[in-house]
Nanobody, 124 residues
Framework: QVQLVESGGGLVQAGGSLRLSCAAS????????MGWFRQAPGKEREFVAA????????RYADSVKGRFTISRDNAKNTVYLQMSSLKFEDTAVYCC?????????????????WGQGIQVTVSS
């Protein structure tokens, strides 16, 4: 099992940047594909980005492509989400998630492990 804890959220003006971090417990972090998802009030949870076990493959939602970058440091058991050119519509609770089968899927149902989530608020 792995436990996930997000940090780095907060309030930022539109056009600004934030970097989210997700720290994982345990010694098997490198065996998990990792994803970021978000959920805004009154909306369903949506896929943001995912990264393979080695970090060599990434995928993004169309809405964030070119603005967000997912990366990982397996030596530090941490996955990151660098968010730039933030928009009001990026406001949401962001959660990181881990998939022990390494699928890096856009579907949240394939992720067995989830962080508690962290608020990102973009002011217009």
């Amino acid at each position: 099992q792995v436990q996930l804890v997000e940090s780095g959220g907060g309030l930022v003006q539109a056009g600004g940047s934030l970097r989210l971090s997700c720290a994982a417990s345990g010694r098997t972090f490198s065996s998990y594909a990792m994803g970021w998802f978000r959920q805004a009030p009154g909306k369903e949870r949506e896929f943001v980005a995912a990264i393979s076990r080695s970090g060599g493959n990434t995928r993004y939602a169309d809405s964030v492509k070119g603005r967000f970058t997912i990366s990982r440091d397996n030596a530090k058991n941490t996955v990151y989400l660098q968010m730039s050119s933030l928009k009001f519509e990026d406001t949401a609770v962001y959660c990181c998630a881990g998939d022990a089968f390494g699928r890096a899927s856009v579907e949240p149902r394939w992720y067995a492990y989830w962080g508690q989530g962290i608020q990102v608020t973009v002011s217009s």
